[in-house]
């Protein structure tokens, strides 16, 4: 471009002062001036972005990019609390079940509940004491308030010897044991044998 | 007024929606409670020495964890030693006499272990030790637990022995009759049961060894269908004296 030509469309020069031979291209790059500014006034047609975005993203990003991506997204989401507590139970339900009484448990799930009971209408308290809790007394209820206490066990395979324990010093042998044995101190402690199932082979 | 009206209404449909949310969340609540709280499987577990020694003064307190060192320091598996300890602890036993009490529990967890050998478990242990402690000869519990490969059939023929010994069954017949229960390939609680089948018939009147050889006799009867035995109808009732 000749010089004077920019200084014109600088606005530096007017068009009388060009020599005559460059007002006919000053007139030029002022119309093709005036026809960018015009375009970028109207901006791009509304079809034309999102058809380039569209070629661009298959053509550059593929899908298991795009899953990641999808993924990777921090989101926000909303849930009421209802529900979740719902979602919660079954899942803890699903996980807890086939560990303690599921029909399906594993071959190392082999606990087995044990109800054991006493008649003491006069005990205002009754606890039960075995080599299952290291001797520490454990204690039972009675709901009804008739006088028969009683706790329910989960207690793996073994062979179990235990005592009651009234009123926090009495010691009293299970008197609808199977099967007794001597403690060595004096007492009979009741003899509990819960082995697995199963005929030999 | 009106407003009154118009407001009362309005504050009844808010409390008969709240309640219902809060009692969907509180049975939720419970369930999630419900499942924390189901009990645990108690399984056997060594007692707090320390803890269970506390209840002695400073000196007994010492004999009988010196004991109890030593026998570990020994090699001795002191599982069932520290229960017995527990045991006697909470029972109120004074030292000297759970200090004896201990050792002759070792004397007879000893014999055991050298009749089960490397098969031996805390448990095995145990069954046999009290076995001995009800005066059954070696002989016989060595006899019954060759027959008795498994840890589980083993406990459960040594309780079993144990328990028919008490009910009055001389040593080598109820020897005789779990030798007989292991040839049958009777289950854990076919075993377990046979005491009980035992002391049914010394209920009936028969003395302890008719009861031990009626059991035997009627060990084939066939199981019914829902797979329990048929114990105790049997064709002889009749006491054979």
Same mark, same amino acid.
Request: hydrophobic share 45%; no cysteine.
């Given at each position: 471009?000749?010089?004077?030509?920019?200084?014109?469309?600088?606005?530096?020069?007017?068009?009388?002062?060009?020599?005559?031979?460059?007002?006919?291209?000053?007139? +030029?790059?002022?119309?093709?001036?005036?026809?960018?500014?015009?375009?970028?006034?109207?901006?791009?047609?509304?079809?034309?972005?999102?058809?380039?975005?569209?070629?661009?993203?298959?053509?550059?990003?593929?899908?298991?990019?795009?899953?990641?991506?999808?993924?990777?997204?921090?989101?926000?989401?909303r849930v009421a609390p209802a529900p979740a507590f719902a979602a919660?139970?079954?899942?803890?339900?699903?996980?807890?079940?086939?560990?303690?009484?599921?029909?399906?448990?594993?071959?190392?799930?082999?606990?087995?509940?044990?109800?054991?009971?006493?008649?003491?209408?006069?005990?205002?308290?009754?606890?039960?004491?075995?080599?299952?809790?290291?001797?520490?007394? *454990?204690?039972?209820?009675?709901?009804?308030?008739?006088?028969?206490?009683?706790?329910?066990?989960?207690?793996?395979?073994?062979?179990?010897?235990?005592?009651?324990?009234?009123?926090?010093?009495?010691?009293?042998?299970?008197?609808?044991?199977?099967?007794?044995?001597?403690?060595?101190?004096?007492?009979?402690?009741?003899?509990?044998?819960? *082995?697995?199932?199963?005929?030999?082979? | 007024?009106?407003?009154?009206?118009?407001?009362?209404?309005?504050?009844?449909?808010?409390?008969?929606?709240?309640?219902?949310?809060?009692r969907g969340l509180g049975a939720f609540g419970a369930m999630i409670?419900?499942?924390?709280?189901?009990?645990?499987?108690?399984?056997?577990?060594?007692?707090?020495?320390?803890?269970?020694?506390?209840?002695?003064?400073?000196?007994?307190?010492?004999?009988?964890?010196?004991?109890?060192?030593?026998?570990?320091?020994?090699?001795?598996?002191?599982?069932?030693?520290?229960? /017995?300890? +527990?045991?006697?602890?909470?029972?109120?036993?004074?030292?000297?006499?759970?200090?004896?009490?201990?050792?002759?529990?070792?004397?007879?967890?000893?014999?055991?272990?050298?009749?089960?050998?490397?098969?031996?478990?805390?448990?095995?242990?145990?069954?046999?030790?009290?076995? *001995?402690?009800?005066?059954?000869?070696?002989?016989?519990?060595?006899?019954?637990?060759?027959?008795?490969?498994?840890?589980? /059939?083993?406990?459960?023929s040594m309780v079993a022995l144990g328990d028919l010994v008490a +009910?009055?069954?001389?040593?080598?017949? +109820?020897?005789?009759?779990?030798?007989?229960?292991?040839?049958?390939?009777?289950?854990?609680?076919?075993?377990?049961?046979?005491?009980?089948?035992?002391?049914?018939?010394?209920?009936?009147?028969?003395?302890?060894?008719?009861?031990?050889?009626?059991?035997?006799?009627?060990?084939?009867?066939?199981?019914?269908?829902?797979?329990?035995?048929?114990?105790?109808?049997?064709?002889?009732?009749?006491?054979?004296?």
């Amino acid at each position: 471009m000749h010089e004077d030509v920019q200084r014109y469309l600088d606005g530096e020069l007017t068009i009388e002062e060009l020599p005559d031979q460059l007002r006919g291209k000053a007139a +030029a790059w002022e119309a093709l001036l005036d026809d960018v500014r015009m375009t970028a006034a109207s901006g791009a047609p509304a079809w034309l972005e999102p058809r380039v975005l569209k070629a661009v993203e298959v053509a550059s990003v593929p899908a298991w990019r795009r899953g990641v991506r999808w993924l990777m997204q921090p989101r926000t989401i909303r849930v009421a609390p209802a529900p979740a507590f719902a979602a919660l139970a079954v899942l803890a339900l699903a996980i807890a079940l086939p560990w303690t009484v599921g029909p399906s448990a594993s071959p190392g799930d082999d606990t087995v509940y044990v109800q054991l009971f006493l008649e003491a209408p006069s005990a205002s308290s009754v606890a039960i004491a075995g080599d299952f809790n290291s001797w520490a007394p *454990l204690e039972l209820e009675d709901m009804d308030g008739d006088g028969v206490w009683s706790a329910r066990l989960a207690v793996s395979p073994g062979v179990y010897e235990y005592m009651f324990v009234l009123d926090g010093s009495r010691w009293v042998t299970d008197p609808h044991a199977e099967r007794y044995s001597d403690d060595g101190f004096g007492n009979r402690n009741a003899v509990l044998a819960i *082995l697995p199932e199963g005929s030999r082979t | 007024m009106s407003t009154r009206s118009k407001t009362v209404p309005s504050r009844g449909a808010r409390r008969s929606a709240r309640p219902r949310s809060r009692r969907g969340l509180g049975a939720f609540g419970a369930m999630i409670i419900l499942l924390l709280t189901l009990p645990a499987p108690l399984r056997p577990q060594s007692p707090d020495l320390d803890e269970v020694l506390s209840r002695y003064p400073a000196a007994e307190a010492m004999r009988l964890e010196a004991f109890i060192t030593q026998q570990r320091w020994d090699g001795f598996p002191t599982e069932l030693l520290l229960e /017995h300890t +527990a045991e006697g602890a909470v029972k109120g036993v004074r030292a000297d006499r759970l200090l004896a009490a201990l050792e002759e529990y070792a004397e007879r967890i000893d014999r055991a272990h050298r009749i089960l050998g490397e098969r031996a478990t805390i448990t095995s242990l145990e069954a046999t030790a009290d076995v *001995l402690g009800r005066g059954v000869p070696e002989d016989v519990v060595r006899t019954v637990a060759a027959v008795n490969p498994r840890d589980d /059939h083993l406990t459960a023929s040594m309780v079993a022995l144990g328990d028919l010994v008490a +009910a009055g069954v001389p040593p080598d017949q +109820a020897e005789n009759l779990l030798l007989d229960a292991a040839t049958r390939r009777q289950d854990n609680d076919d075993v377990l049961g046979l005491p009980a089948r035992v002391r049914h018939w010394i209920r009936q009147g028969y003395q302890p060894t008719d009861a031990a050889a009626e059991v035997k006799r009627t060990m084939d009867f066939p199981r019914q269908p829902d797979g329990v035995m048929d114990r105790y109808n049997r064709p002889r009732q009749d006491p054979p004296f």
